[in-house]
């Protein structure tokens, strides 16, 4: 056999040199070197917002300096297609889309989006973060901002039921119209009557939902009923703050008027009285 010009019969050992080892050596620690640098870290800003447009970038960088600016206490994570915010818990997530952010909320939200701008997204009903909106404008991100903090608030200090709240708030002003008001519990909620049922109030996650009877409302601030079938108490209208109980007690008390009246001849006069096309 010849190596390196030198001819070696059988069986006679092979001495390599020094420089061999040492090249060799040299490749197998450029190789482990470039085994890392191929791990690339993906949880950067740059591979978030990689080949993105400038204003969804833009959008970005303005909603995470006004998230992280509400508190110190607030967290950021890069993930690998995500930013998650968190406290003890993720509060929220944007996802960087070509032309709009997508953000995710933690569930608690919803009680403050009086606005009603926030969606369930699909597939995520029973997750914690399972409202989300997308924005496409620097001029929405007030509004969301304006959510986060109430978010932030509401977390860090200690938790008072706000449905209860609005409830007592609400039956006690109820019971205050008149003294010969009574209440009874029925499977959809707290039923209030004055000769007949007037008005019902129900706890949802979000608030309160209110139905009552078809009084006159030319502002369109209540809303029908989704049924097949025609109900006296066919209006409705979700309480989701304090601010919203001035809003419906007028027709509240409208509605109590309405049961104040003699029995009429439902069988009769029932859609003319209870159901608006």
């Keep these: 056999m010849i190596y390196n010009n030198v001819e070696y019969s059988n069986n006679e050992k092979i001495e390599i040199g ?20 191929l791990n690339v870290d993906t949880s950067s800003y740059k591979k978030i917002t990689y080949n993105k447009k400038e204003l969804t970038i833009q959008l970005f960088n303005e909603f995470d300096k ?20 968190r406290l003890n818990k993720k509060i929220l997530e944007v996802q960087i889309n070509q032309s709009d952010i997508l953000i995710s909320f933690h ?7 009086n606005e009603n701008r926030l969606l369930i997204r699909k597939g995520y009903e029973n997750s914690s973060l399972c409202y989300y909106i997308k924005i496409d404008e620097l001029k929405d991100l007030d509004y969301i901002v304006e959510l986060c903090n109430k978010l932030y608030s509401y977390i860090i ?26 209440s009874h519990i029925t499977n959809k909620g707290l039923m209030y009557k004055n000769k007949r049922n007037f008005t ?21 601030t209540l809303s029908i009923v989704g ?9 409705y209208f979700k309480v989701l703050d304090l601010d919203d109980i001035d809003t419906i007690m007028p027709y509240i008390i409208k509605s109590y008027e309405l049961s104040k009246y003699n029995p009429i001849d439902l069988k009769n006069n029932f859609i003319n009285l209870y159901y608006t096309e």
């Design 66 to 85: 006004k998230i992280l600016s509400i508190s110190k206490d607030i967290e950021r994570n890069y993930l690998i297609k995500n930013v998650v915010y």
């Design 18 to 37: 020094d420089n061999i080892k040492n090249e060799s050596s040299i490749n197998i620690k450029t190789s482990d070197k470039n085994k890392k640098i």
């Design 200 to 220: 019902i109030l129900s706890k949802k996650k979000y608030g309160i939902y209110v139905r009552l009877l078809n009084v006159d409302d030319t502002n369109n």
């Design 157 to 182: 200090s200690p938790k008072t039921d706000l449905v209860e709240i609005l409830f007592d708030n609400l039956s006690t002003r109820i019971n205050n119209i008149n003294p010969n008001i009574t």
């Design 107 to 113: 569930k608690d939200i919803k009680q403050f989006d």
């Design 227 to 235: 049924r097949t079938n025609y109900e006296p108490l066919c209006k």
